[in-house]
């Protein structure tokens, strides 16, 4: 089983809501990532995190907000979503700086309605 | 032209089967390949990891590099039900935590 966990699994929210998605992962790794899963889309990196620093936003739109605490959590705040934000956000985490390897976890489904 | 091009499928195949799956790329600068397999409603999980040109085998699986073409596979030998998942090919251009560039998947069904 991953060793990359995320809750909730699923969740519904309204557009005037504001819930978090959280990412644990138990691997030791630095480095921790999210990113957005739509239908008939590649997987789109939003944000990338190493040692607790961002290092990258992918022109995410602000009305999600990622947090990183420390090297074995990350949040992703949402506010204000729209429909199309609706789709499977997936974290995942990469050892030293010198891996490529990224594990997954089974990722949040979220709907807005 | 996007970065990375993957068949979407669906592609459905008879128990036994040699599978196929292939990508193609536009950025020369790619050096790592990897393929990701997705069950449905779980994280992907890796599958195979390759530098640069060349082939990897690991059971059932082997994983083709041909950078020359721009072009990868991912072949599944004697395929089983249980392979039947989206398959996603990643790639990038150096070592480090370099964000991947995935393709869309190619989702695969292998009938008993």
């Known amino acids: 089983e991953t060793g990359v966990t995320q809750t909730p699994r699923h969740l519904v929210m309204g557009m005037t809501n504001k819930k978090s998605l959280k990412c644990e992962q138990h691997?030791?790794?630095?480095?921790m990532y999210w990113y957005k899963q739509s239908a008939k889309k590649p997987l789109e990196l939003m944000f990338v995190?190493?040692?607790?620093?961002?290092?990258e936003n992918n022109s995410v739109p602000s009305r999600f907000s990622p947090e990183c605490p420390n090297s074995s959590h990350l949040f992703l705040h949402l506010h204000t979503l729209q429909p199309e934000d609706s789709a499977l956000y997936l974290c995942?985490?990469?050892?030293?700086?010198?891996?490529?390897?990224?594990?997954f976890g089974p990722g949040t489904r979220l709907t807005v309605l | 032209q996007k970065e990375v091009e993957q068949d979407p499928g669906p592609l459905s195949v008879p128990e036994g089967a040699i599978v196929s799956l292939n990508c193609t790329y536009s950025?020369?600068?790619?050096?790592?390949f990897m393929w990701y397999r997705q069950y449905s409603r779980k994280g992907p999980e890796l599958l195979m990891y390759?530098?640069?040109?060349g082939n990897k085998e690991d059971g059932r699986f082997t994983a083709q590099v041909d950078k020359s073409s721009k072009y990868i596979s991912l072949f599944i030998r004697d395929s089983q039900p249980s392979d039947s998942a989206t398959y996603l090919c990643?790639?990038?251009?150096?070592?480090?935590?370099?964000?991947?560039?995935f393709g869309k998947g190619t989702r695969l069904s292998v009938i008993a």
């Open positions: 990643a790639m990038s251009e150096n070592s480090g935590n370099t964000p991947l560039v």
């Open positions: 390759t530098y640069s040109s």
């Open positions: 995190y190493n040692f607790k620093e961002q290092t």
């Open positions: 950025n020369s600068a790619f050096q790592y």
């Open positions: 691997l030791g790794h630095n480095a």
């Open positions: 995942a985490s990469s050892g030293t700086p010198r891996t490529d390897t990224q594990y």
